[in-house]
């Protein structure tokens, strides 16, 4: 079991947590961890290109010039593909992204993703992070009292911030993110200079994760 130090919103020790080494502990591998972030940027990718087909072309139904006789080639419709105004063939289609990575696999990387964070020294465990009202000043001095500086993923439990307090707080905050547990992604954590979790969120992982 991995031990972890145990940090309260005043930014004061309380103890040290036992977490699972397949959350905490996971063996670093780049390639997984950079597969992974691929399959969250295809994801994210908005295939929005769309042309007509012949069918949702609407265009006049006379033949165009007659059969024979012109020494042209014979043409019944202009809303072929070759001409102006015609239809598109084999163009782009809406089409929703599919996940091509299978779960043990992004959820092995997301591990050794957050592993890497807590051997780097830039993982925090809180106690809870619980706020009484909706107030940025509350949260950028929890964020002070932790030392945490830059790009900071804050991640709570599944039924914490029910009040979204927390989230309502820290939204403004520049280079804050603020994710409910297991709702966050490798872009997350590689993009945070620093990671902070509840307790709460950490049992979350293990039950969803490990």
């Given amino acids: ?16 947590v036992a977490a699972s080494d397949a959350l905490l502990d996971a063996p670093a591998n780049e390639a997984l961890v950079h597969q992974a972030l ?17 069918s949702e072309v609407t265009g006049t139904t006379a ?6 006789g012109t020494g042209r080639a014979r043409h019944g419709s202009r809303e072929a593909a070759q001409f102006v105004g015609g239809y598109k063939a084999h163009g782009p289609k809406p089409r929703p992204a599919k996940a091509r990575m299978p779960k043990r696999m992004r959820r092995a990387a997301m591990c050794g993703a957050l592993s ?27 964020m002070d009292n932790l030392e945490a ?9 599944p039924t914490e911030d029910a009040g979204r307090a927390v989230y309502l707080s820290g939204r403004n905050v520049r280079g804050v993110t603020v994710r409910r547990a297991p709702h966050l992604s490798v872009r997350d954590l590689l993009g945070a200079d620093r990671v902070i979790l509840t307790r709460a969120s950490v049992g979350t992982l293990e039950e969803t994760w490990c």
């Fill in 63 to 68: 033949k165009w010039f007659r059969q024979k």
């Fill in 149 to 157: 500086t830059g790009r900071v993923l804050v991640v709570v439990g």
């Fill in 1 to 16: 079991m991995a031990e972890i130090a145990l940090y309260n919103i005043d930014g004061e020790k309380v103890g040290e």
């Fill in 38 to 54: 691929v399959d969250v940027d295809r994801a994210c990718r908005l295939y929005a290109g769309k042309t007509k087909t012949h």
């Fill in 116 to 142: 890497g964070k807590r051997r780097q020294g830039r993982l925090t465990l809180l106690d809870e992070f619980v706020l009484d009202e909706i107030s940025t000043a509350d949260f950028v001095q929890v």
